[in-house]
């Protein structure tokens, strides 16, 4: 029905439209699997809340765009929901915060969501005539999309750096590829370049970490290949060497070597020489330790 939620005159953009609020509505829940570990804790132990602030003013942005453009309900329908999960995950985290990352994430807030916001519209509204209105607010959306796209370069320079895809949320890259997908050709079927061109650049850099992933999914901490060299024995004959294991941590985690009732932190290096089915542990930048019981590598909380 022409002028309705789904408007059918146009079946093509309808449909990327539906597509493109199935798919944001799982991107925007793929955070509870966190807010479920931080409720369990009590804690938000080292999460950051600018992720959420940013993505409620992103919502708060389209949804002032949808409103002033007229004829995207689409877009207003998941942006809404987008802003009303947001100040969910705000509030939990608020909750579960402690006092410095409480205040931080209210700073972060109050200088986006509030002030950024209300002078975004403060501008669109007076500085600009209503002909240029939804030209320049749509500007400032394609720019602050296109940021908030080009964010993952951090990642990717990570996974590079460390060849670990430890830190690379893979599931939720193939979710915004489609995402992207889908509302790209919303933007290409009404002719709305401010929803097109962002999700370009999504799309791109969601497929690169997706690239990174296949490339480095396999451990870095490979075992290194045995070394044998002739020397004599007891017997004159050749005596093979121990085979050598190198266990390459990657950054940002912690090594934890539990020798009886005493565990040894900050472990960066340990090698693990077996010879006659006996196991030596050499460890380095820690004190050393015989015939250790347990060897943990647990990663560090996300900074």
């Known amino acids: 029905m022409a002028g309705g939620l789904f408007d059918m005159s146009h079946p093509a953009s309808a449909l990327a439209g539906i597509a493109g609020n199935i798919v944001s509505f799982f991107v925007f829940l793929a955070p509870m699997a966190t807010f479920l570990q931080i409720y369990r804790k009590k804690t938000t132990g080292g999460f950051s809340s600018v992720p959420y602030v940013v993505a409620l003013f992103s919502c708060s942005l389209l949804i002032f765009y ?5 004829k995207s309900p689409l877009l207003l329908t998941i942006n809404s929901f987008g802003c009303c999960i947001e100040t969910v995950y705000i509030i939990a985290y608020l909750v579960y915060a402690p006092p410095r990352a409480r205040l931080r994430t209210l700073a972060y807030f109050f200088v986006l969501d509030v002030a950024a916001f209300g002078l975004v519209l403060v501008v669109t509204m007076y500085a600009f005539a209503p002909a240029h209105r939804v030209k320049f607010l749509g500007s400032v959306c394609l720019a602050f999309s296109m940021a908030v796209f080009v964010a993952p370069l951090s990642i990717i320079v990570k996974v590079i750096k460390t060849k670990s895809v430890e830190f690379l949320p893979v599931g939720l890259s193939f979710c915004l ?37 296949c490339w480095y999914r396999k451990p870095s901490n490979a075992v290194l290949p045995t070394t044998t060299a002739d020397a004599g024995n007891g017997n004159g004959g050749a005596a093979e060497q121990p085979q050598v294991q190198v266990i390459e941590l990657p950054a940002h985690s912690v090594a934890i070597l539990s020798v009886g009732p005493v565990p040894i932190l900050g472990v960066h290096k340990i090698e693990v020489m077996a010879a006659e089915q006996q196991t030596v542990i050499d460890v380095k930048d820690a004190a050393e330790a015989d015939q250790p019981e347990v060897i943990e590598i647990v990663p560090a909380p996300a900074v």
């Open 66 to 70: 949808a409103l002033l453009k007229t």
């Open 177 to 213: 590829v489609l995402s992207a997908v889908a509302w790209f050709c919303y933007g290409l079927f009404t002719k709305d370049p401010f929803v097109m061109y962002p999700n370009v650049g999504g799309f791109f850099f969601s497929c690169v970490q997706i690239g990174l992933y």
